[in-house]
């Protein structure tokens, strides 16, 4: 079965850095776009970032303004966001979650599978 | 970028009611709308794909409905587990974002 499941949350003081792990199971992870999607405390979801299965194609919200890269070992089975100069605004919920391309075309992809979410803390 | 405009923002129901959320987005989007439950505490789960079809799992109360510009989730009667917020998506093109989210009371 599918396992998405997130690490390396935690409390960090403004400006500072952390790194995300989604360790990925039960599926052929090379196969798949994934992304991160966060929420902030008692807000909507907010699509931050996906890569393609190679690696080649990453996309980052611009609202990150190139503090976020993410990355993958598909050797791992691991899906990574690192996070450099954090605000007290990135405080959320970070979710990793599998794109499931429905009809093999560029716009027919779903999140079909997400992790349970990993809790990042800005604040001095 | 294509904005996604849900309504109502919340609404409060009774058990076996039929519930509408809709979801507008900005510019055409042909069939590329997705729908997500998310229950308090838990990660988002997918509902419905490509507007109109259900994922697998999830009850046959669930139906999506729309293209172009306007799209609808209907819960034909609504059960107490259904107590959640919905979110549509689009994956028309980048960014893929969210509406704002339908909060679903009892």
């Known amino acids: 079965q599918v396992q998405l499941v997130e690490s390396g949350g935690g409390l960090v003081k403004p400006g500072g850095s952390l790194r995300l792990s989604c360790a990925a199971s039960g599926f052929t992870f090379s196969d798949f776009y994934m992304g991160w999607i966060r929420q902030a405390p008692g807000k909507g979801l907010e699509y931050i970032s996906y890569?393609?299965?190679?690696?080649?194609?990453?996309y980052h919200a611009h609202s990150l303004k190139g503090r976020f890269t993410i990355s993958r070992d598909n050797a791992k089975n691991s899906l990574y966001l690192q996070m450099n100069s954090l605000r007290v605004d990135d405080t959320a919920v970070y979710y990793c979650?599998?794109?499931?391309?429905?009809?093999?075309?560029?716009?027919?992809?779903?999140?079909?599978?997400w992790g349970q979410g990993a809790l990042v803390t800005v604040s001095s | 970028d294509i904005q996604m405009t849900q309504s109502p923002s919340s609404l409060s129901v009774s058990v076996g009611d039929r519930v509408t959320i809709t979801c507008r987005a900005s510019?055409?989007?042909?069939?590329?709308v997705n729908w997500y439950q998310q229950r308090p505490g838990k990660a988002p789960k997918l509902l419905i794909y490509?507007?109109?079809s259900l994922q697998s799992g999830v009850p046959s109360r669930f139906s999506g409905s729309g293209s172009g510009t306007d799209f609808t989730l209907t819960i034909s009667s609504l059960q107490p587990e259904d107590c959640a917020t919905y979110y549509c998506?689009?994956?028309?093109?980048?960014?893929?974002?969210f509406g704002q989210g339908t909060k679903v009371e009892i």
């Open positions: 490509g507007a109109s």
């Open positions: 890569i393609s299965g190679s690696g080649d194609t990453r």
């Open positions: 510019q055409s989007i042909s069939s590329y």
């Open positions: 979650a599998r794109e499931w391309d429905y009809c093999s075309g560029i716009s027919c992809s779903s999140l079909d599978f």
């Open positions: 998506q689009q994956s028309y093109s980048t960014p893929p974002g």
